[in-house]
C-alpha cells in the first residue's frame, strides 16, 4: 500500500488494500483483531453484538470461528432492507 493514502489520517489510523480494490476476508479479519477488537470497552468476556451486511468477507468459517472464541456474536442483517434499517446509519 502506498504510505501517502494515509497522509492526514488520525494518528494510529491503518490502512489496508486488496489485488482487486474490494474488501477480502484478510483485510476484515485485519479490522476485527487490530481495530474493533482493541475498541471493545471492558467487556470482560462478555458477548458483543456486531451486525453486519452478508457480503462473503464477513461470513466465512474462520471469521466466525474467531468471533466465537473472542465472544463477538454476529449477526448479518437481511438483504434488500436497507431502506427499512438505513436509521443505523445515523450517528449520534
Known sequence: MNNELMNGATPGAVGAVSDSGWSNTKIFRQYLTDHFLKYIPGRNNDNV???LDGHKSHV???IIEWAQEHHIIIHV???HTSHILQPLDVGC
Open 49 to 51: 453484538l456486531l451486525l
Open 60 to 62: 466465512a468459517v474462520d
Open 77 to 79: 442483517l437481511p438483504a
